[in-house]
């Protein structure tokens, strides 16, 4: 089945400093979807990408559907304490809106004082 | 506001003890899934209603189940629980009137079995 590739695994960073994370594909997908995953709870959608080459901004987070829509990055600018969590990449496929989602294996990011 | 509600957020069962976890979307989706998500692992699709037609993964074990009685409700039975079986388990829902598959998640309900 498709994989997505997420990398790096954990970041340990400061308080105010950026974040980068990315994920990567051997097939190509429709849409790329951003989520974050706090403990105990269910992911929540940050940012949606639908076109190639697309850069979509919400707040402090910023993300880009590859070129080649075989990969995507994500970018927190300014990092606070509670962006910390599970952030994942999803893929999906399908050229309509019924398809499961790929998950890539998560980037946990973890603040310090 | 509109939401996923999963209920309970946590369920005991005993091994071999049939469990059903349920889930309610004020979205009005018409597609609802679930998806397994164990210890420090990404969440993975089991199944799919796309309206009342289900769709089920390859590797979905036949001891878990799925009913949709109507647009706003989706179950999730396990028949016989195994000690494996125990996770989170996360309902989402999508629209499908558009081009786009943004799925929106329910809080889960973390499953242990004894």
């Known amino acids: 089945g498709q994989q997505l590739n997420q990398s790096p695994q954990s970041m340990f960073i400061q308080e105010g400093e950026d974040v980068s994370m990315n994920c990567t594909s051997s097939?190509?997908?429709?849409?790329w979807l951003w989520y974050k995953q706090d403990p105990g709870e269910g992911p929540v959608l940050l940012i949606a990408l639908y076109k190639a080459g697309e850069l979509t901004s919400n707040g402090r987070l910023t993300a880009q559907f590859g070129i080649t829509r075989k990969d995507s990055f994500l970018n927190i600018s300014a990092s606070i304490p509670s962006d910390v969590g599970i952030y994942f990449c999803?893929?999906?496929?399908?050229?309509?809106?019924?398809?499961?989602?790929?998950f890539g294996k998560g980037t946990h990011l973890i603040i310090q004082p | 506001d509109a939401m996923v509600i999963q209920n309970p957020r946590y369920q005991v069962t005993q091994f071999g003890k049939p469990v059903t976890l349920s889930c309610s979307q004020t979205?009005?989706?018409?597609?609802m899934y679930w998806y397994q998500q164990k210890s420090s692992q990404a969440p993975k699709l089991l199944f799919h209603y796309y309206d009342k037609d289900f769709n089920n993964e390859a590797d979905t074990p036949d001891n878990f189940q799925s009913r949709r009685p109507n647009t706003s409700f989706c179950f999730l039975d396990i028949r016989s629980p195994g000690l494996g079986d125990a996770a989170m388990y996360l309902c989402?829902?999508?629209?499908?009137?558009?081009?786009?598959?943004?799925?929106?998640f329910g809080p889960g309900t973390r499953l242990t079995v004894l």
């Open positions: 999803a893929g999906s496929d399908s050229g309509g809106g019924a398809d499961g989602l790929t």
């Open positions: 989402a829902t999508s629209r499908d009137d558009s081009s786009y598959n943004e799925q929106f």
């Open positions: 097939s190509i997908f429709n849409t």
């Open positions: 979205l009005n989706h018409n597609v």
